[in-house]
C-alpha cells in the first residue's frame, strides 16, 4: 500500500467517524465571563457526557486544555484579526501552524473567496494542514466559494460563514438550508451544517437534507446569548 493510498483511507475513516454525529463548538470570546481555557474544558466535558462526537475549539491554549480533558477528536480553529483582510478563522499559514502544533487532528478554516492576509492563498494553508497529517474543513458563505475550497483541497466544506459576510449578509435567523442543500447536491466532499442552527430539530433536519455532521455552538454553549434571546423575546 502506498502512502497515499493509506493517507486517502485514513481521511475517509476520520470522515466516516463524524457522519451523522453533533460537533459542539465550545468557545468564549473576550468579555464572556467563559472565556478562558479551564471553563472551555469543561464545557468540553459536558458536551462529551451528552453525546458530542467532536468538538470544534479555538486557539491553541483552549485546544491543549480541551484534549487533555476529553477523549473526543477537537477540530481546532484559530481566530486572527487582521487590518488587510476580513477572515479571521485561521486566515495565514502561521496561524495554522500555531494550532497544529498541539496535534489536532481537524482544523476548519475560512473557505471563502475573499482576499486573506497578506495575500495568502486558501490552498497553501489546506497544503500545509495535510503535511502535519490532520484533515482542512472550510467554512463557505456562498455558492461561489465551493469551488475554490474543493480545488484548495478541503476535505469537507460548510455553511458556517452564511450571513456573516458582506457577501451573503441576511436578516434570518434560521440556519441556510438553501446553501445547505446545494452543497449536498454538488459538492464533491462532504457537507457539514453550521450557523444559527437553534434547535434540536433543525440539527436533525440538517441530517434529513443530506449534511455529514451538525456543529452548534451558541445555543449550547453561549449561556450569555441564549438568556439576550429569551429577554427579547419575552419585550412586550
Same mark, same amino acid.
Given at each position: 500500500m502506498t502512502r497515499k493510498t493509506s493517507e486517502a483511507i485514513e481521511r475517509r475513516r476520520r470522515l466516516a467517524g463524524l457522519h451523522g454525529g453533533l460537533v459542539v463548538s465550545c468557545q468564549a470570546r473576550p468579555g464572556n465571563p467563559l472565556h478562558g481555557a479551564a471553563t472551555m474544558a469543561l464545557m468540553a466535558q459536558a458536551a462529551e457526557i451528552g453525546g458530542a462526537r467532536t468538538l470544534r475549539v479555538n486557539g491553541a491554549e483552549d485546544i491543549r486544555a480541551v484534549m487533555k480533558a476529553t477523549s473526543l477528536p477537537v477540530l481546532g480553529i484559530n481566530k486572527v484579526e487582521y487590518e488587510d483582510s476580513p477572515v479571521t478563522i485561521t486566515p495565514t499559514v502561521k496561524d495554522a501552524e500555531a494550532i497544529l502544533e498541539t496535534g489536532v487532528p481537524l482544523v476548519a478554516l475560512d473557505g471563502t473567496n475573499r482576499f486573506r492576509p497578506n495575500g495568502e492563498h486558501l490552498a497553501d494553508i489546506i497544503r500545509v494542514i495535510h503535511e502535519r497529517g490532520a484533515l482542512a474543513f472550510a467554512d463557505l458563505a456562498t455558492r461561489e466559494d465551493l469551488a475554490g !475550497? =474543493?480545488? !484548495? *483541497?478541503?476535505? !469537507? =466544506? $460548510? +455553511?458556517? #460563514? &452564511? $450571513?456573516? +459576510?458582506?457577501?451573503?449578509?441576511?436578516? &434570518? /435567523?434560521?440556519?441556510?438550508? *438553501? #446553501? #445547505?442543500t446545494w452543497l449536498v447536491k454538488y &459538492?464533491? /466532499?462532504?457537507v457539514f451544517a453550521e450557523g444559527r442552527i437553534w434547535t434540536p430539530e433543525q440539527a436533525a433536519e440538517a441530517l434529513r437534507i443530506g449534511a455529514s455532521f451538525v456543529v452548534v455552538g451558541t445555543a449550547i454553549t453561549n449561556p450569555m446569548a441564549i438568556t439576550s434571546r429569551f429577554v427579547s423575546a419575552m419585550q412586550p
Open positions: !475550497a =474543493v480545488d !484548495a *483541497g478541503a476535505d !469537507a =466544506v $460548510g +455553511t458556517t #460563514l &452564511s $450571513g456573516y +459576510t458582506r457577501e451573503s449578509k441576511t436578516e &434570518s /435567523v434560521d440556519p441556510d438550508f *438553501g #446553501l #445547505l &459538492s464533491p /466532499v462532504p
